[in-house]
């Protein structure tokens, strides 16, 4: 079975810049979630899907960060413009019950 | 809002003996997951505990639960190097899992 998918796997941006990133969920799994994990931290829930649907935004940081899932399965995290302490690994996972999969996340610098 | 916090932060364990990692919760989370992260590397799914008293052991770990003290265990047995790693526990519903700060594992000969 094939794992969830990110890309790109490391990504350099100047401050103000945007950036995309891509995550291709494990097939068949409904819910998928956007973490961002700053260095020596524990991963942080920025966004939850169900499906289509935004079912937990709370800590999204909305002015710059916007993230959609348009036909249930990809999903694509944007940040506009980027800061300095945007700096971290974006990590996606999805999950279809008890167990929640991991993708080997996207690092983000930003100089 | 769940929290959860995780004791100790680091922990340098010798080869050979026995440790075990505290994670505490706050409030009420129908799950409770063990990952391992390596250095650069994305979280790896160890255990995931469902119900009060759950124990789950895999090779030189083991995990437990008890929903009532809001509390899991990470118990290592005979640590070998290849354990060294960061272990992070998270807890929370169908709808949200929130992890805690992680523990950094370090064997040392």
């Known amino acids: 079975e094939a794992g969830v998918a990110q890309s790109p796997r490391y990504k350099i941006i100047e401050k103000r810049q945007s950036v995309a990133f891509w995550c291709n969920p494990i097939?068949?799994?409904?819910?998928l979630y956007w973490y961002q994990q700053i260095l020596g931290q524990g991963p942080k829930l920025l966004i939850q899907?169900?499906?289509?649907?935004?079912?937990?935004d709370s800590q999204l940081p909305k002015d710059r960060f916007s993230a959609e899932r348009l036909k249930g399965v990809d999903s694509t995290l944007k940040i506009q413009p980027a800061k300095l302490e945007d700096s971290a690994v974006y990590l996606c996972?999805?999950?279809?019950?008890?167990?929640?999969?991991f993708g080997q996340g996207t690092r983000l610098t930003v100089v | 809002e769940l929290k959860v916090e995780q004791n100790p932060l680091f922990l340098s364990m010798q080869e050979g003996k026995n440790y075990t990692i505290y994670c505490n919760y706050s409030t009420t989370s129908d799950r409770l997951y063990w990952y391992r992260q390596d250095p650069g590397k994305s979280l790896e799914s160890l255990f995931v505990?469902?119900?009060?008293?759950a124990v789950k052991q895999e090779g030189r770990l083991m995990a437990s639960l008890d929903t009532k003290a809001r509390l899991s265990t990470l118990h290592i047995t005979a640590a070998v190097h290849d354990l060294s790693a960061t272990y992070f526990c998270?807890?929370?519903?169908?709808?949200?899992?929130?992890f805690g700060t992680g523990t950094r594992l370090q064997v040392t000969l």
């Open positions: 996972a999805s999950t279809q019950g008890t167990e929640a999969f």
């Open positions: 505990l469902l119900s009060n008293g």
């Open positions: 899907f169900q499906n289509n649907g935004v079912v937990d």
């Open positions: 097939s068949g799994h409904a819910t």
């Open positions: 998270g807890g929370g519903t169908a709808s949200k899992l929130t």
